[in-house]
């Protein structure tokens, strides 16, 4: 009894449990949702497939961009809602830098490496633009971010002039797809070295701690040698690293770019990934792996509708609905009430 009332406190709790919730519905509604099978890929190779892996591939971006914003939110106490915009950005510029002005040429311009690096250094100082604006001039996160929201896809499409670059070389779509001889989806294992990269970030340097003090109380952390304004940058920055490596991933599955509905709407899910987390989006402590985890249970909520037939135009409906009760029963107040209600309930029995 001790143990399950330790792991109910736990802020991962709410979503595993949600997690278990979704495994067990499934279970029971059709079993052949857990078969792996290993089958042929379009050019031959094998490759894992079934709803599982689906999952792991597809909610791989957000698990990135949850990184991301779980730092944002701790450090600032609000939220980046440019990401899908950011996006767009990142992966135009990628694009632009492979493909040349004419958008079709037959051979990368120049290494995929290089092209990444420098969109990674535009997406990063966006980012910085975010931090200058939330960190310096003290406008809420949100409406900093807004600007960004509403101008970046219009930039997306002026860097390459409006027109849809593809890239014509077969190896491109290996980061959104499979690598030849690898059978599990690229984005899991891109997915997988972001999560190993922020764990020794985390551990080997003061970045969890600064970041958790600027959020809880700016006034304090600075009297204690820490400046919130750096803090608050670098989390934004952060932010873009993790929006370029997510860009990276969705123009590699098509191998071009739509403007207007790339990532779209990511953003949201990202948000509700940190709170579903069990973070406060007021910012203070924070739990990378609620986050990350969050963001898989949000992806497998959205293939599981998906495959009992909820049609599109109602799947974010459905969705915000129990988005809505797992968030609530996972917010601070909530725990807090219940917990209370657990003492009355002893001290009456005494």
């Keep these: ?169 077969p190896s491109f779509a290996y980061f959104g797809g499979f690598i030849p001889g690898i059978a599990v989806p690229t984005p899991f294992l891109i997915a997988l070295i972001c999560m190993v990269l922020i764990a020794l970030v985390l551990k080997f340097t003061n970045l969890g701690f600064y970041t958790q003090c600027v959020g809880i109380n700016e006034t304090s952390s600075r009297l204690n040698g820490i400046n919130p304004v750096a803090m608050k940058i670098l989390a934004y920055v952060i932010m873009g690293i993790c929006v370029a490596v997510a860009a990276l991933i969705k123009v590699s599955r098509i191998s071009s770019i739509n403007y207007s509905v790339i990532a779209q709407n990511i953003e949201m899910d990202a948000i509700l990934a940190v709170a579903l987390g069990g973070n406060s989006l007021g910012g203070g402590k924070f739990n990378i792996w609620g986050s990350i985890l969050g963001a898989y249970v949000i992806q497998f909520l959205t293939t599981t509708l998906f495959k009992f037939n909820v049609p599109s135009v109602a799947l974010p409906a459905y969705k915000a609905i129990v988005v809505i009760l797992l968030v609530v029963a996972s917010a601070p107040t909530v725990r807090a009430k219940f917990a209370g209600l657990r003492k009355m309930r002893k001290t009456q029995e005494a």
């Design 1 to 169: 009894m001790k143990a399950l009332k330790k792991m109910a406190s736990n802020q991962i709790f709410i979503p595993l449990v949600t997690l278990l919730l979704l495994a067990l519905f499934n279970l029971i509604a059709d079993p052949s949702f857990y078969r792996i099978s290993l089958g042929l890929s379009s050019s031959g190779h094998k490759v894992l497939s079934g709803y599982l892996i689906t999952i792991l591939d597809s909610g791989s971006e957000l698990a990135i961009l949850a990184i991301g914003m779980t730092l944002v939110t701790a450090a600032s106490g609000g939220q980046d809602i440019s990401v899908g915009a950011a996006i767009a950005i990142s992966g135009s510029v990628l694009l632009r830098l492979l493909c040349g002005p004419t958008a079709d040429s037959p051979v990368y311009l120049m290494p995929v490496a290089c092209a990444f690096i420098i969109a990674m250094m535009v997406s990063m100082l966006f980012g910085a633009f975010n931090g200058v604006l939330v960190a310096i001039f003290k406008i809420q996160p949100m409406i900093a971010t807004l600007i960004l929201y509403t101008a970046g896809r219009s930039i997306a499409a002026w860097i390459n002039h409006n027109q849809l670059p593809v890239v014509n070389e």
